[in-house]
């Protein structure tokens, strides 16, 4: 008799401006699932970086399957900047999930919504998967299902890393977040420096706005300026 999967999938860095946005599955079966709750995961927002770190490779251990995507810089700013109603990043998010959901050989996969309508973002990524899988999407998934809290680790582990390689190559620019102030500072004195955003980061992020010591001139030829 075929083993019965069960899948959970979640993404990572969706807010931040700089670096991927992660997409991560887990798949388990009734002895993973029972594992992941012993573990006790839940939600990687209210985990420290080091018990994610320390709860990764057991989630990997544990699970059947795990498999998890980046979304690039450049590949965001083109989704957001077509304009296509209904189909920008939560599409993309959409198209992502599917790829991830593909690869975990669940049979039934849960998944946090990125879309305010959830019905629509799980009818978006069946729409775009290449096998048949029953797709339900929540809100706070990743709070309420342990399979997608175990996503949720795994993306948040697999963007902590990304992150962290960037950080090294170029500097400290903070959390990479619009109101932390180091990562204004970063990016200002770049910008000045050298007349525009670099390619790791979305220049498509409205919250650069935020920012007016970079200067609208600026934004604008940093947002024509991507390769």
């Not at 048949?132 to 309420?144: E, L």
């Amino acid at each position: 008799m075929r083993t019965r999967l069960v899948g959970g999938v979640d993404e990572a860095g969706r807010g931040c401006l700089l670096g991927p946005l992660v997409v991560a599955g887990v798949s388990v079966d009734a002895s993973g699932m029972r594992k992941l709750k012993r573990l006790g995961v839940r939600d990687s927002k209210k985990l420290t970086p080091g018990r994610r770190a320390a709860l990764c490779p057991e989630i990997l251990e544990a699970a059947e399957m795990v498999r998890w995507e980046m979304i690039h810089p450049r590949e965001i700013d083109e989704t957001v900047a077509s304009g296509r109603r209904l189909r920008k990043l939560n599409y993309l998010e959409a198209v992502y999930f599917a790829r991830v959901i593909d690869g975990l050989g669940a049979q039934r996969v849960t998944v946090d919504a990125s879309d305010v309508i959830p019905g629509r973002f799980a009818g978006d990524v069946i729409d775009n998967l290449g096998r048949k899988c029953s797709v339900v999407a929540y809100h706070k998934a990743d709070r309420d299902y342990p399979v997608v809290s175990a996503a949720s680790i795994v993306a948040k582990v697999k963007r902590d890393a990304a992150v962290a390689e960037l950080r090294d190559k170029h500097g400290d620019f903070g959390s990479g977040y619009p109101s932390d102030p180091v990562t204004k500072a970063f990016f200002a004195d770049l910008v000045a420096k050298k007349g525009r955003l670099p390619d790791y980061v979305r220049k498509s992020w409205k919250t650069w706005a935020r920012y007016p010591e970079l200067g609208q001139t600026k934004l604008t030829e940093a947002a024509a300026a991507r390769p």
